[in-house]
């Protein structure tokens, strides 16, 4: 893997650039100029729309990280459009690069992914390439899920956090001189998984690490991701994303963020400001992200010094026990108006059994909180089909949003302002390093049975809105996060233009084994091990070292 084939992208026809990139680049407000060419380039690709990808907080990460580091560029491709990917920054095509990143954090962009190396015309199948093909790499949450539905297509799963994988991945691009090189040296390191040399699926499986952030690394500079290029064109529009924390203070049996990303740790304040002060010259709106952001522990000064310097402010999700009257005071006075949280079931005996014991007299007292101090919408996230779910415990659910109704009119009405609340409901996905991992997904007559009683309740409600996922996007979901390697054809044949709908009944005997049915014994998805990493001062200081592993999941 020689460096000319990395440098060679920054010599393409710029004719080549659609005109929607020019537009869409006119747009951005980069936080720092650092994104210049280099001796060597990365192609980095969501595989969505630009929309989507720029919303992503770990793909401007990773986009930043590479383009600090001395000698590299990096160029990033999204999902948008026909034909031949071509860069945002040059208009180079996706497959004049040495090495292709894909930053997934959703396994339903598993089809976009090979629908954009179809596109390049870079064979999609792994074991179809050639030396003188791109190696096509795979991070993101989704590889340290379960990444075997895209080993038939993937040459490396970096597994861990960009600032632990990425010195020894751009360190092995820059000096191995050919394609093996770099794939036998990657299988020989920590933090990665290299389906030629690694099989998790075999009698043996190995062990492999992943190399996540730790709390230590977390208090030292240069580990807290921002927004790198504010722009209007995203989920987030024209917002300064900052992360306030990884893990989660509860362990919910239904979700893998609580398992999967390790215990609850917070960014530091001082980094937290520092990184405020950085976006005054682009926005003057900031958004703080994480599993627990109302958790943090100085959360309520973080938010005042952030009005003071005259920004507008929204968060993602409060735990409702982070609901406080210093939280929603500094919010409100920056202007939002909207709360998130996040009940999960409408009776406080299912949400015991989901290790979630928040009874529903303290969710109904904070959304009285939240209405008094003038809020005006409400998002409330529920989950259906869970195990030992009733049709009492959905009934549970309407009968909620009633109380939480009655309560937004009363505190909303010496106002003169009639609110809405939102209930965004979703079917359980049972996801690998879960409590409900081994679960099977319930049946469709009784999920369907579920979702018609709330679209019935919710119609009686005025301003009340429903929101839901289709049954089968919830099949085609469970099936692409749990399966084996053998899920690669499925979803090739989707990639390639056959329904989702067409392809399940086709392969209806797999979904069967894989979604409907109780997993017993060895579960396929792990083989990975959550590795603690020494302190990295910055991008660059050297491969990490490993001490001892600690399972995920069980």
């Known amino acids: 893997m020689s460096s000319t084939a990395f440098a060679s992208a920054a010599g393409c026809d710029m004719k080549r650039q659609p005109q929607h990139w020019e537009e869409i680049r006119a747009l951005e407000r980069p936080v720092e100029d650092i994104g210049r060419p280099g001796a060597f380039s990365l192609a980095l690709a969501y595989a969505n729309s630009y929309h989507i990808g720029m919303s992503s907080l770990g793909f401007q990460r990773v986009w930043e990280l590479v383009s600090r580091r001395p000698d590299w560029s990096c160029e990033r491709f999204f999902d948008d459009g026909a034909g031949r990917p071509l860069s945002v920054e040059t208009g180079a095509p996706l497959d ?11 396994e339903e962009d598993f089809v976009g992914l090979v629908r954009m190396l179809d596109r390049a015309g870079i064979p999609a199948r792994r074991d179809e390439r050639s030396g003188s093909d791109p190696l096509v790499l795979l991070g993101g949450s989704c590889a340290t899920i379960n990444p075997l539905p895209m080993a038939p297509f993937v040459d490396v799963f970096p597994l861990g956090a960009a600032e632990n994988v990425l010195p020894e991945l751009l360190a092995a691009l820059e000096s191995e001189s050919s394609r093996d090189a770099v794939l036998e040296r990657l299988a020989a390191s920590p933090g990665f998984y290299v389906p030629r040399f690694h099989d998790p699926e075999a009698a043996d499986p ?22 790198a290029i504010v722009t209007p064109e995203t989920e987030f ?8 924390s990884r893990g989660c203070p509860e362990k919910c049996r239904y979700c893998w963020a609580t398992f999967g990303m390790g215990s609850f740790r917070w960014h530091p304040t001082e980094f937290i400001l520092d990184a405020m002060e950085r976006a005054r010259g682009v926005t003057d709106q900031l958004g703080f992200v994480a599993t627990a952001v109302g958790d943090h522990p100085e959360i309520e000064r973080i938010l005042l010094d952030a009005n003071a310097l005259g920004f507008r402010t929204s968060v993602s999700s409060i735990r409702i026990p982070a609901v406080t009257e210093g939280v929603l005071a500094a919010l409100r006075a920056s202007g939002d108006r909207s709360i998130t949280l996040a009940p999960e079931t409408g009776s406080d005996e299912l949400r015991v059994k989901l290790n979630k014991p928040i009874p529903n007299s303290l969710l109904l007292d904070k959304v009285r909180l939240i209405f008094r101090h003038g809020f005006t919408q409400l998002k409330l996230y529920f989950i259906v089909g869970l195990p030992h779910e009733t049709m009492a415990d959905v009934e549970a659910i309407l009968e909620v949003a009633r109380e939480c109704r009655a309560i937004m009119l009363e505190e909303l009405a010496p106002t003169g302002v009639i609110g809405n609340i939102h209930l965004g409901t979703n079917i359980l996905v049972p996801k690998p390093y879960t409590g409900y991992q081994r679960e099977p997904m319930e049946e469709r007559r009784v999920l369907r049975e579920k979702m018609a009683l709330l679209r019935r309740g919710v119609a009686e409600l005025p301003n009340v809105t429903l929101g839901s996922m289709s049954y089968r996007q919830a099949v085609w979901q469970t099936f692409i996060s749990k399966g084996g ?7 090739l044949s989707v990639a390639r233009g056959e329904s989702v709908a067409s392809v399940l009944r086709r392969e209806r005997a797999a979904v069967e084994a894989e979604v ?5 014994g060895d579960l396929r998805w792990h083989f990975m091990t959550t590795a603690r990493a020494e302190p990295l001062a910055r991008l660059g200081a050297g491969p990490v070292s490993v001490n001892a592993g600690v399972p995920l999941g069980s």
Do not use: C, N, W
């Open 485 to 491: 390697s053998v899920v690669g054809d499925a979803i």
């Open 206 to 227: 190995p062990r492999l690490l992943k190399l996540e952030l730790t709390e230590e690394q977390m208090r030292a500079p240069g580990h807290l991701p921002t927004t």
């Open 237 to 244: 529009a024209d917002k300064f994303l900052i992360e306030m």
């Open 516 to 520: 409907f049915r109780y997993l017993e």
């Open 96 to 106: 004049a690069f040495g090495a292709i990143a894909f930053s997934v954090s959703f």
